[in-house]
């Protein structure tokens, strides 16, 4: 299968924050990200290089206020990115789990590009309110944002984690190999992986 490149620009500006993301699902993991908070920065540097796909974001967000419309708004455009690049999802493979480790931190993603928008999330109380500017309260709706706009089913589960830091990158790593693995072609798989016929 010789596909076109599966690329994407979303362009998403509202009172409180205005983005720009531009996506190549098959790249080589190139990322630049700018969204203002550094850790968030960094986790999606991880999704970008484990995930091997090429990301651009620039963000401009009302970070006086606090990090929050920053880092749901930005998982909005991103989930949207990886939609629109996805098209109608013919000849992936569609499902994939993977299991990452960071040192006392496990965790594992499934993922199932269904275009029916779900989550479940399952991870030890965070140990501390903050990583950098990064607020851990908000790091499961960040994912649960993200997933809807992509339109897939997204697990996440953490079984242990002791450090705040550890425990999501450790997330963003599991999440970034196995939408990888969902989004890569089937040699077998000629048509929509579905019974419906649509996904």
């Known amino acids: 299968m010789s596909p076109d490149p599966r690329t994407a620009r979303i362009s998403r500006k509202t009172k409180e924050t205005s983005i720009e993301i531009e996506l190549n699902v098959d790249g080589t993991g190139k990322v630049d990200v700018k969204t203002g908070i550094g850790f968030y920065d960094h986790m999606l540097d991880q999704l970008g290089k484990h995930g091997l796909f090429d990301l651009t974001i620039r963000v401009e967000g009302d970070l006086w206020i606090d990090g929050h419309h920053t880092m749901e708004d930005t998982a909005i455009a991103l989930g949207q990115a990886f939609d629109q690049a996805l098209g109608d999802r013919r000849g992936v493979r569609r499902f994939a789990d993977r299991t990452c480790p960071l040192d006392e931190s496990l965790s594992r993603a499934v993922v199932d590009l269904s275009g029916r928008p779900y989550f479940v999330y399952s991870a030890p109380e ?10 851990t309260s908000l790091n499961d709706h960040v994912w649960e944002s993200f997933a809807f706009h992509t339109r897939m089913t997204l697990h996440i589960d953490t079984f242990r984690g002791r450090n705040a830091h550890h425990i999501i990158e450790s997330q963003y790593k599991a999440v970034a190999r196995a939408l990888r693995d969902a989004a890569s072609y089937d040699d077998r798989e000629t048509g929509i992986p579905s019974t419906k016929g649509l996904l």
């Open 126 to 135: 965070m140990p501390t309110p903050m990583v950098g500017q990064f607020d």
